[in-house]
């Protein structure tokens, strides 16, 4: 005859909190309960916001995913109120039961992380840290140049070769694309309406990319040429391009014949301004 057996496992961590870390958002869990659960946004704010919360639930160690590169504000954050916290690895987070929400997501970690079965990820101290971003930049300076060189080898007839952003990793560019990740969530900016034009017709990840390499042009003038970024008040669409473009051509060709009104068979003044 089988025996039924229960096994119960033992709190670890009593004072415990999941956070399912996102793009837009992080779902924090310092219980298992749905009120256990809130939501709060991924800007300095947001984040402060949230640390005082888990204070103010007793709340001393928290476990979150090492998802992309959106848990490292986040992770400083925590770190800065003195929480204790295990940065751990996906595929060590994974609940294989029902249907994946950030609501489930945050309350399994938190669980996980209350029985102590999460481990944390190598963390490089601050020296280690340098040194690996120096040495990043080492690379990818080399990469570059031998790409110059390579590039300067061929006949371009004055043609722009590629817009391609090139593949690597350094501070600079994680930077980059947070703060254009950043701007895909604000509304009524030059940039933010940018954002959203790019990721109705290529999706949010080249979005992400063209939104930072648009923030890197705009730094690079501000820099190198002095140039005070002055954003567009208003964009104008493709049809309103093409229209003005052609009442500067009709401007031009009025100017060039020294045309008048009443040559054009206009009784009154024209005001080209209207056409527009």
């Given at each position: 005859?089988?025996?039924?057996?229960?096994?119960?496992?033992?709190?670890?961590n009593?004072?415990?909190?999941?956070?399912d870390?996102g793009s837009?958002?992080?779902?924090?869990?310092i219980?298992?309960?749905?009120g256990?659960v809130r939501?709060?946004?991924?800007?300095?704010?947001?984040?402060?916001?949230?640390?005082k919360?888990?204070?103010?639930?007793?709340?001393?160690?928290?476990a979150?995913?090492?998802?992309g590169d959106?848990?490292?504000?986040?992770?400083?954050?925590?770190?800065?109120f003195?929480?204790?916290v295990?940065?751990?690895n996906?595929?060590?987070?994974k609940?294989?039961?029902?249907?994946?929400?950030?609501?489930?997501?945050?309350?399994w970690?938190?669980?996980?992380?209350?029985?102590?079965?999460?481990?944390g990820?190598?963390?490089?101290?601050?020296?280690?840290?340098?040194?690996?971003?120096f040495?990043?930049?080492?690379?990818n300076?080399?990469?570059?140049?031998?790409?110059?060189?390579h590039?300067?080898?061929k006949?371009?007839?004055?043609?722009?070769l590629?817009?391609?952003?090139?593949?690597?990793?350094?501070r600079?560019?994680?930077?980059?694309?947070?703060?254009a990740?950043?701007?895909?969530?604000?509304?009524?900016t030059?940039l933010?309406?940018f954002?959203?034009?790019v990721a109705?017709r290529?999706?949010?990840?080249?979005?992400?990319?063209?939104?930072?390499?648009?923030l890197?042009?705009?730094?690079?003038?501000?820099?190198?040429?002095?140039?005070?970024?002055?954003?567009?008040?208003?964009?104008?669409?493709?049809d309103?391009?093409?229209?003005?473009?052609?009442v500067?051509?009709?401007?031009?060709?009025i100017?060039?014949?020294?045309?008048?009104?009443?040559?054009l068979?206009?009784?009154?003044?024209?005001?080209?301004s209207?056409?527009?």
């Open positions: 005859m089988e025996r039924k057996m229960k096994l119960g496992m033992d709190v670890v009593f004072n415990a909190a999941g956070i870390v837009r958002s992080h779902f924090v869990a219980g298992q309960e749905l256990d939501e709060f946004g991924v800007y300095a704010e947001d984040l402060t916001t949230l640390c919360w888990l204070l103010e639930s007793d709340v001393t160690t928290v979150m995913e090492s998802t959106y848990w490292q504000n986040l992770y400083v954050e925590l770190i800065s003195g929480f204790e295990v940065l751990a996906g595929k060590f987070t609940n294989a039961k029902g249907k994946k929400t950030d609501v489930k997501d945050c309350r970690i938190q669980k996980l992380h209350t029985l102590g079965l999460l481990s990820s190598f963390l490089p101290d601050l020296t280690t840290e340098q040194l690996r971003t040495c990043r930049q080492r690379g300076w080399i990469d570059l140049a031998a790409s110059a060189t590039k300067n080898n006949v371009s007839g004055g043609k722009i590629s817009n391609r952003v090139p593949k690597g990793s350094n600079l560019k994680i930077a980059l694309r947070q703060a990740n950043a701007i895909g969530n604000l509304k009524d030059h933010s309406d954002f959203r034009r109705y290529k999706g949010r990840h080249s979005a992400v990319s063209a939104t930072a390499r648009k890197a042009v705009i730094i690079w003038n501000m820099v190198t040429k002095k140039i005070q970024y002055q954003p567009p008040r208003q964009y104008l669409f493709l309103q391009k093409r229209k003005l473009g052609l500067n051509r009709i401007k031009k060709q100017d060039k014949f020294e045309l008048k009104p009443e040559d068979g206009f009784t009154n003044a024209l005001d080209i209207n056409l527009i």
